[in-house]
């Protein structure tokens, strides 16, 4: 079964510094990975995707990487703000809705 | 816009009861999907439909556990009987139509909080 591991389950931060988080998976490349953002007693809130074929996406302050080498994601918030604090997902899909996978997320603080 | 709209917010009700939890996806989306969060196993799919239609429920715990889509503007998830292990934040979550797989993002309800004694 297709897995998806984030680098840590905590990360904290100083206040505008970049955060990075990881996404690693497992066995062959997905079709697409999503970035969700999940404050305290709300549902996630999508961010990013990014496919297969793409090497970056960028949208603000945040942006995404896909390594199929390395079989990795990266999302990065430049000039972190408190704002920002929350649980990060990556998620995983395939074509035709296959092997929808959601990773168990980091989550962030960031630190006046 | 209105959400996806979930009721209730919470839920508590002792072992054996019947639970029915409430979706209405974002009006126009036709992908409608299920999952449920723990501390332990994260955000699972339980299942997931397309025009109303189920087209993976692989995600579905047991035969305790089962989901409608009457309408493209409702959708309910039942557990009859319900267990402590049960206990977990259910999200509803809608989408267009994604049947090619091209990454629709998902549009997240706010939850139901589960609790059975």
């Known amino acids: 079964s297709q897995k998806i591991e984030q680098n840590s389950e905590a990360l904290n931060i100083q206040e505008g510094k970049t955060a990075t988080l990881t996404c690693n998976y497992t066995?062959?490349?997905?079709?697409?990975l999503q970035w969700y953002r999940q404050d305290p007693g709300r549902g996630p809130v999508f961010l990013l995707l990014?496919?297969?074929?793409?090497k970056e996406k960028r949208k603000e302050r945040l942006k995404v990487t896909f390594d199929t080498t390395l079989k990795q994601s990266l999302f990065h918030i430049t000039a972190s703000q408190p704002a920002d604090s929350a649980t990060y997902l990556c998620?995983?899909?395939?074509?035709?809705?296959?092997?929808?996978?959601f990773g168990p997320g980091t989550r962030l603080s960031v630190l006046p | 816009d209105a959400g996806v709209i979930q009721s209730p917010r919470h839920e508590v009700t002792e072992m054996g009861q019947e639970v029915t939890l409430r979706c209405k996806p974002i009006?126009?989306?036709?992908?409608l999907f299920w999952y449920r969060q723990t501390m332990m196993r994260g955000l699972e799919l339980l299942i997931y439909?397309?025009?109303?239609?189920?087209?993976?429920d692989s995600g579905m715990p047991e035969d305790r556990f089962s989901a409608k889509m009457p309408n493209a503007s409702f959708s309910t998830l039942k557990i009859q009987p319900s267990e402590p292990r049960d206990s977990a934040v259910y999200f509803c979550a809608s989408s267009l139509g994604d049947r090619g797989g091209f990454g629709q993002p998902q549009h997240f309800g706010d939850g139901t909080r589960l609790s059975i004694l």
């Open positions: 998620v995983r899909r395939d074509n035709y809705g296959q092997n929808f996978v």
């Open positions: 990014i496919r297969e074929n793409e």
């Open positions: 439909f397309n025009n109303n239609v189920p087209i993976d």
């Open positions: 009006s126009g989306h036709n992908s």
């Open positions: 066995n062959y490349s997905p079709a697409y």
